[in-house]
């Protein structure tokens, strides 16, 4: 008997050393704006490709709100994280202010959270270790100058959005109206063209999208129905693209006047669809970004942290793509 629990003890204690000497896997999570998106479905991607290069040490949890969810419901979902103690978030803040709260209380319980794509406002950035992503002012600043070479006398202009409350789209409508206005403006989304360096923006605009990808070919359709004048059209993010037979559709009647450049047509992103798009003359220039990079990036980063290696640079940009009909095939960058 004596011998048989000796036995069992050792047996325990070779158990106990084997599980307190495995190290526990990590939990990382990476929140998009909204799923079944093409844009975050490559940071999603690039997300997995970290979790995979390290054999095992974290996993990366995508998870983020419905299709057409964001604000209120991606708040929720990082408050759930909190309370489940995960070991890190990155977050796409759908609604900058409203995201505060979720993290405050991330940084109350001691996780990290980095933002990726889309920034809180500035006066809540100490709530996040670094901001991980695409310099979104210059996005615009791009695509204007893209409309800027296709009308350099100017002309009626309308700029198409995500959300009003989303930092990152307001950071690039400033773009677009500081560049096309040759005037630096005091804080986003800018101020309104109205004749600045002849640029002017039409009644009903912007557009504000809030990533429902229908709803942005049909907003397209009803401008130029009421404008079919207009001299450049804005995406400030790829919408209508993302939905491309939809948009084939609406773009097709002004594929002559894009060619003709009568309508600098120039979108955000530069997705595989979207350059098929570019490339079957629907539009004239794209300015895209990495998501693949911000995903890898941002998991790197925590994990890093995780080791006790320094934090990620706050910003940490990730770049840009700059692609017109003449330089598609060597536009994208590795």
């Excluded at 929140?31 to 479905?41: A, L, S």
């Excluded at 990082?78 to 900058?96: E, F, T, Y």
């Excluded at 309308?158 to 950071?171: K, R, T």
């Excluded at 309104?192 to 990808?213: A, K, M, S």
Aim: aromatic share 6%.
């Amino acid at each position: 008997m004596r011998k048989l629990l000796l036995t069992a003890a050792v047996a325990l204690g070779a158990m106990t050393v084997a599980v307190s000497g495995a190290q526990a896997k990590f939990v990382f999570a990476l929140v998009p704006k909204n799923m079944n998106n093409p844009f975050f479905d490559q940071a999603r991607d690039g997300c997995k490709k970290a979790e995979a290069e390290s054999k095992g040490a974290f996993e990366c949890m995508y998870i983020g709100p419905g299709e057409h969810g964001g604000g209120d419901e991606e708040v929720a979902i990082v408050q759930d994280l909190v309370a489940k103690k995960v070991d890190g978030i990155a977050v796409s803040p759908s609604n900058a202010a409203a995201m505060v709260v979720a993290a405050q209380a991330a940084k109350d319980a001691g996780i990290p959270v980095l933002t990726w794509d889309s920034d809180l406002l500035p006066e809540n950035k100490d709530l996040r270790v670094a901001y991980i992503g695409t310099h979104n002012y210059e996005i615009g600043a791009n695509l204007a100058k893209l409309a800027m070479k296709i009308k350099p006398k100017g002309g009626t202009v309308c700029i198409q959005s995500g959300g009003a409350a989303a930092a990152n789209h307001n950071e690039r409508m400033q773009g677009i109206r500081d560049t096309l206005a040759g005037v630096k403006s005091a804080a986003s989304p800018g101020d309104r063209l109205t004749g600045q360096n002849g640029w002017t923006e039409i009644d009903g605009c912007p557009l504000y999208t809030n990533d429902d990808f229908p709803l942005s070919v049909q907003q397209f359709q009803d401008i130029m129905g009421k404008n079919p004048n207009l001299d450049a059209f804005i995406p400030t993010g790829g919408f209508p693209q993302f939905v491309p037979d939809a948009n084939r559709a609406a773009v097709a009647p002004f594929k002559d006047k894009i060619a003709s450049k009568a309508l600098a047509l120039v979108v955000a992103d530069t997705l595989p669809v979207q350059i098929d798009q570019m490339k079957e003359g629907l539009s004239l220039g794209q300015v895209g970004q990495r998501p693949f990079e911000m995903g890898y990036k941002t998991m790197m980063a925590l994990w890093d942290m995780k080791q006790g290696k320094p934090a990620p640079a706050d910003p940490t940009y990730t770049g840009l793509d700059v692609c017109t009909p003449e330089n598609v095939a060597t536009c994208i960058g590795k």
